[in-house]
């Protein structure tokens, strides 16, 4: 009787947990936005740890919303760092590719062959980054969230133009494109703008695409 009762309750009060991964070059904004986050939506921190230091290795949380658990993953953006991600993607939910806004000059990147310096390696490698997340089979169909990151900063480039010039032509490279759903989103991690609409956005996808990623009942 204990057992069946034990399991009653436990079946009442489960909710489905998505694991999402937060990725993007090194510097983007990823453990700020997870302070963030943490901040947002857990009770227990009420304030955002905002002094980061690069991630060596992953930060996890997991946040407790009405009709979901979320766990969130934020894993180092370091060049040597980033073929660890792809252990991520079989068991993701969705993705999160945080860029810094201050840092892929004009974000066009039809200009790329021409250009060289700072500027354009760090569009370039933005890009070619982007691209090898799509690909990989592993992260098929899983929705991609882009937060075009650090808008509070005067040398930033519009969402705008991260969008069109950046992140649509990539997404038009990838095969199958028409089955992943993805948005391209404004946000300053810093200043904990946008990150309620990107959680938004994130916990519908989840739920749409759930037969085929289904969640685990925790
Ligand atoms: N101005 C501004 N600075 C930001 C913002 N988000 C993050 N930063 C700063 O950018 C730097 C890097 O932030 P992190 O969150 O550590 O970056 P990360 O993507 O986790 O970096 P790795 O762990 O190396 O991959 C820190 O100095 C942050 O304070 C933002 O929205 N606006
Ligand atoms: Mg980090």
């Keep these: 009787m204990y057992h069946l009762v034990k399991g009653l309750y436990r079946y009442a ?13 090194d510097n983007a904004g990823k453990t700020t936005l997870l302070e963030q986050i943490k ?12 002094k980061t230091v690069p991630t ?26 980033r073929n660890l991600w ?30 060289q310096g700072i500027e354009a390696g760090r569009l370039a490698e933005c890009k070619l980054v982007l691209e090898s997340v799509l690909q990989n089979e592993d992260a098929e169909g899983v929705p991609v969230l882009v937060l ?25 490279g990838e095969k199958g494109v028409s089955v992943r759903d993805s948005r391209v989103l404004p946000m300053s991690a810093l200043n904990g703008v946008g990150v309620r609409e990107a959680v938004e956005w994130i916990c519908s996808r989840v739920k749409w695409n759930k037969e085929s990623r289904p969640p685990v009942m925790r």
């Design 13 to 25: 009060t489960s909710k489905e947990e998505y694991s999402v991964i937060l990725l993007g070059l």
């Design 39 to 50: 901040a947002h939506f857990l009770e227990s921190q009420t304030e955002p740890r905002l």
């Design 56 to 81: 060596v290795g992953q930060n996890v949380a997991t946040v407790s919303l009405p009709d979901m658990y979320l766990k969130i993953w934020d894993v180092g953006g370091q060049h040597s760092l």
């Design 86 to 115: 792809q252990s991520y993607y079989s068991s993701c939910h969705a993705i999160v590719f945080v860029i810094d806004s201050s840092d892929v000059g004009d974000a066009d990147i039809n200009k790329l062959r021409s250009e």
């Design 148 to 172: 075009a990151n650090k808008q509070d900063r005067e040398d930033c480039v519009e969402v705008v133009k991260i969008k069109e010039g950046l992140v649509r032509k990539v997404f038009e």
